[in-house]
């Protein structure tokens, strides 16, 4: 299940972020970016709608999922 950014308050959204950063070892070339600049561009890609916040019933948890994913999770 999608869970729209916008109905998240600011607090539990940077939360998410920063935890998927932090997990995913994110790579951004050969460039060093912050955890800062980093969840910037993960907020721009939720709000570009790129990236999608899922939750899933049965591990209980949230994770952030490319749109390219979630559409082939669909046609499976």
């Known amino acids: 299940m999608i ?3 916008q109905e998240l308050d600011e607090i539990t ?9 932090l ?3 994110t790579d ?3 460039v060093e970016y912050s955890l800062q600049q ?6 721009l890609q ?5 990236v999608y ?4 019933e049965l591990t209980e948890s949230v ?5 390219h994913e979630f559409q082939q999770r669909k046609v499976e």
């Open 3 to 5: 869970i729209p950014y």
């Open 13 to 21: 959204l940077n939360n998410i972020i920063e935890q998927y950063a």
């Open 23 to 25: 997990r995913e070892g």
């Open 28 to 30: 951004y070339g050969e």
């Open 38 to 43: 980093k969840t910037q561009q993960i907020l």
């Open 46 to 50: 939720l709000q570009n709608e790129e």
């Open 53 to 56: 916040i899922i939750y899933s």
């Open 63 to 67: 994770s952030l999922i490319s749109k």
